[in-house]
């Protein structure tokens, strides 16, 4: 299946991301695509439960996630921050305030649906913090979230990536190895009709992994890919 002739390496590399991923993953594999076209890439996107129902029937070479499971046998590489963010209409009252999260009992809250890893790093950090919050509709998608945020619908927990994609690579990855945070690009935010909210013990800071079967070996066009990565997130483009 897979050839590495010369330096030529050829096959197919499959991986699998979890959803929120959709907004650096596709900037991660076109160089190596472009440096390796005897490689065929399958991506699938799918949220984190569905994401470990693949792992665990070996279906992917790798996979990106930022909550790998305890459960299966795995390898990763950890490779970059995720600070998940709570966002809310930039017409929202509390929007510029530094706020409590006890401050937001009585905001509607939006979720993703469950089986999203956001919304368990969500649910896990509301338990931590002795929070309930006033969950008035779980959406199957991060674009789902944004819109209805942006429409006023109410507040929601999100990946700061999902709503400020543009900062990948870049200033992402500089901000993100150097400071541990990530810069905020209000006029960004702003056109889309969303704010991030500046609360207490936010943002959640997650990391994103790559993960793969232990007990299955990594074929030589996967060890390539990992190889790439960590050259490439040890060397943050500007
Ligand atoms: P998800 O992604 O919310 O799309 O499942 C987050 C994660 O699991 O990393």
């Known amino acids: ?61 790798l996979a990106v996630m930022m909550m790998p499971p305890d459960d299966l046998p795995l390898d990763r590489m950890q490779f970059q921050i995720n ?20 401050d937001l009992s009585n905001e509607r809250w939006l979720m993703r649906e469950p089986g999203s890893g956001t919304r368990m790093a969500a649910e896990q950090h509301f338990t931590k913090h002795n929070f309930k919050p006033n969950v008035v509709m779980s959406l199957g998608s991060n674009e789902a979230i944004k819109h209805s945020v942006a429409a006023g619908l109410g507040i929601a927990v999100l990946s700061q990536l999902a709503v400020q994609p543009a900062l990948w690579p870049g200033r992402y990855a500089a901000a993100a190895t150097s ?21 207490k013990d936010f943002p959640i800071l997650r990391h994103w992994s790559v993960v ?9 066009t996967a060890r390539h890919f990992l190889d790439y990565l960590q050259t490439s997130q040890a060397q943050p483009s500007s």
């Open 83 to 102: 600070p998940l963010v709570i966002i809310a209409s930039s017409k929202h009252a509390l929007v510029n305030k530094t706020v409590d999260l006890s």
């Open 1 to 61: 299946r897979i050839a590495e002739i010369n330096g030529l390496i050829s096959g197919r590399l499959r991986i699998a991301a979890v959803t929120t991923a959709e907004y650096f993953v596709p900037d991660l594999l076109g160089p190596f695509s472009a440096a390796h076209q005897g490689v065929e890439i399958e991506l699938a996107i799918e949220n984190r439960d569905r994401v470990v129902g693949r792992l665990t029937q070996g279906m992917d070479d």
């Open 212 to 220: 793969w079967r232990k007990d299955n070996p990594l074929s030589a």
């Open 179 to 199: 400071q541990n945070s990530v810069p905020l690009d209000s006029s960004a935010l702003l056109q889309a009709g969303l704010g991030i909210m500046q609360v």
